[in-house]
């Protein structure tokens, strides 16, 4: 046979189709947690990372900024938030983008050198990445938050927290020579009321259901395991940075493919929300971030709120927040609206998606696979642009989560992101 | 004022409306953990207590034959199945229903004098309830199975698992004083997929989420924790007894209320389903017990079913199980049907109770109540039976469970049951 010359639409439908069948196929494990600087090649002292496009300490957002400052009072690299800010400001502390480390935090997802992260390893196909322990909810570090209890809290999940995860872990490698099967808690969170971004209280369980006879037989105190155990039992919100590096290995296994027009990040960093395009590799396609819609704490308004900020629409990225959410419709309880509506968003989805997922189901639509693989072409073509469901940060630094609720990207990214695509492509 | 004369349909709804706030308002909590025949007033030696109405060993059914033999060599009053059956047959062994006890048994329901059984507390009424410890699906007791692994099991049951429950209960009450609170747990679990009878996944987590950390506590040997632990999470169904407890005492709470016409007892023995109504006590009432429609295991069909079985209709009784159905989309996978049919079902049981739960409520449904306290009165206004849904034994002793499935309620017992309460108020 001579050679076999392909319609460039027919490209992209074999381009899409091979990242949707990696995405579904992807198999994130968790294998390990380590020191951030340990852990991740190339970063060093006096560097952060932080959610969503590159961005600069003048144009950071409010909650970015408190963030950034807790890092640096963390580090010791300063002692007042003052001087923080001063050391920040003269550009002295490199800031990168998370995504470029296989990295992924929620909200600010400020990371820094000596912080306790995550490993997660794809079985399928040997990606890794990266994620940092979760605080809880209220004031914490990535809702921009920086004071003293901040602080302490962050330590203690450095010298108590991480030391138990250590010991599990390596208990869980030595008896199944792998680590914790992840993709099989989150495909179980799917049936009981989880939509892997704002309800984790099923992943948050099955993770703890998995771990604790390991935890038993650690050598680690038992009142130290008391502590741990109740840490990550009392936050629901504990697995969404796990599901997120399980996300991030999906997204990341179908990214990089000639002629994909298929979505491989969504990301914020609470100025502008930025996406990558597989076909397009690493190139950063932004726009303003959207101010969410939603249900706000008692005496803040949408008037308080930050623009919308955090890795962790990486979750919808890979099928899952908001085009999941008919399968966990208690979460209206969290970022409002109507069960009517989040059954139409997550009908809406199939709409600008390649597929349909084949592990991650819902039962409440008949088992339906989750829609899956966000297509470019198709966002234009219906005018439909992904909804994603997300905490809110007050605009202000220092002072943290004010709300949750739901945001829809803007059309301009993917008008942007297509205009590049033909550039590159010679379209 | 002088006295005020009430209609008898005023009479009964105002004796419906204290069955369904007692109902609503009972509050349960897991206390004690203790050997049956120490717990359990009355319970002695050659003596077993049985789900359902009062039967004899000749009108026993398959599943219950075959329980019946196992506790029996359980017990040791007899080494092989054929001479547990002489002894049964002769009348050697008394049998008693198990809510004549305030105790509920899934399935044949079987306790013995020596098996360990939990105890309940309601926090509102002071009442108190019974359950055995669930061994799991399968080969086991409760479904008629009695080989040589079924008696193992539950040897290791009252020898190591007990051990650790009542450390760690008596953890717990040194804490708190009270005890466990298991409402909680069950309405968490509405909103996490559960039903509360044949999907017990999420209260299953959150019961560990609870015991977890006296786990710990306890002085017991790490190795017997992985295992207890391991039983329990390994065994999604372990806490169905312990939601029947809970559903007991809500049932209870109910109970002796003159002139309510709410169905305060559902309970089948294989052979007839019996019903208790809040105005006439400890009554009786029973019908032939139907044989269930569902899902077999490969290579049975349902020429092999035995007619329903088991006290776990009294989640119905409390509003959950098939009146709650609408909560557990993904249940479908284990006793059938659609979707449709699941909404449909929980639709029409509105039509035939005397309210929605205050605390129990359906997030698809817009958090609606699920419907409670059944008014046999509607039952026949409406022709509209409760439908419950079911594990599913195998007719012969010995075999265990084939499937699981759907059964109505025939409109005969309510019939029956409002002629006896006409006898009894002279209407």
């Given at each position: 046979m001579g050679r076999v010359y392909m319609s460039l639409k027919d490209m992209i439908n074999k381009a899409n189709s091979k990242a949707y069948e990696a995405m579904n196929n992807s198999h994130p494990y968790w294998i390990d947690i380590d020191i951030a600087s340990k852990a991740i090649k190339g970063f060093k002292d006096y560097m952060l990372l932080h959610a969503g496009p590159p961005t600069t300490w003048e144009n950071a957002s409010g909650p970015l900024k408190g963030a950034l400052i807790g890092a640096v009072i963390y580090e010791g690299w300063a002692p007042t938030p003052e001087e923080a800010e001063t050391l920040l400001r003269r550009g002295e502390v490199v800031l990168e983008p998370t995504h470029h480390y296989n990295v992924v935090g929620p909200m600010a997802g400020v990371v820094s050198p000596s912080m306790p992260i995550m490993i997660f390893h794809d079985k399928t196909y040997g990606n890794r990445s990266y994620t940092n322990l979760n605080e809880g909810l209220g004031k914490v570090l990535r809702y921009g938050a920086y004071g003293r209890d901040v602080i302490k809290r962050l330590e203690w999940m450095r010298d108590k927290l991480y030391p138990v995860l250590k010991a599990v872990i390596d208990e869980i490698r030595r008896d199944n020579g792998i680590g914790l099967d992840y993709k099989s808690i989150m495909m179980q969170a799917l049936h009981m009321g989880d939509e892997c971004h704002n309800r984790n209280n099923a992943s948050n369980l099955l993770f703890l259901k998995e771990i604790t006879p390991y935890m038993f037989r650690t050598g680690i105190d038992r009142e130290d395991l008391v502590e741990a155990y109740k840490f990550i039992s009392g936050n629901p919100t504990f697995t969404l940075n796990m599901n997120m590096a399980a996300a991030k290995l999906m997204a990341l296994a179908a990214h990089n493919i000639e002629y994909s027009t298929v979505v491989t990040v969504i990301a914020r960093n609470g100025t502008e929300v930025g996406i990558w395009i597989s076909g397009?590799?690493?190139?950063?396609?932004?726009?303003?971030?959207?101010?969410?819609?939603?249900?706000?704490?008692?005496?803040?308004?949408?008037?308080?709120?930050?623009?919308?900020?955090?890795?962790?629409?990486?979750?919808?990225?890979?099928?899952?927040?908001?085009?999941?959410?008919?399968?966990?419709?208690?979460?209206?309880?969290?970022?409002?609206?109507?069960?009517?509506?989040?059954?139409?968003?997550?009908?809406?989805?199939?709409?600008?998606?390649?597929?349909?997922?084949?592990?991650?189901?819902?039962?409440?639509?008949?088992?339906?696979?989750?829609?899956?693989?966000?297509?470019?072409?198709?966002?234009?073509?219906?005018?439909?642009?992904?909804?994603?469901?997300?905490?809110?940060?007050?605009?202000?630094?220092?002072?943290?989560?004010?709300?949750?609720?739901?945001?829809?990207?803007?059309?301009?990214?993917?008008?942007?992101?297509l205009r590049r695509y033909a550039e590159k492509y010679g379209i």
């Open positions: 397009l590799g690493n190139e950063w396609i932004t726009a303003p971030s959207p101010i969410p819609h939603g249900v706000f704490f008692p005496g803040y308004s949408r008037e308080d709120a930050s623009g919308d900020i955090g890795d962790s629409a990486i979750m919808e990225t890979a099928g899952l927040g908001g085009f999941a959410m008919a399968a966990a419709p208690a979460i209206i309880n969290y970022v409002g609206g109507t069960i009517d509506f989040i059954v139409e968003t997550v009908k809406k989805m199939y709409e600008i998606t390649v597929g349909e997922h084949k592990y991650f189901t819902i039962p409440y639509l008949g088992f339906r696979g989750t829609p899956v693989a966000i297509d470019i072409r198709l966002v234009l073509k219906k005018g439909i642009t992904p909804v994603l469901n997300t905490g809110i940060a007050h605009k202000e630094p220092g002072i943290g989560q004010i709300g949750a609720g739901i945001v829809e990207l803007p059309l301009e990214l993917f008008k942007k992101a």
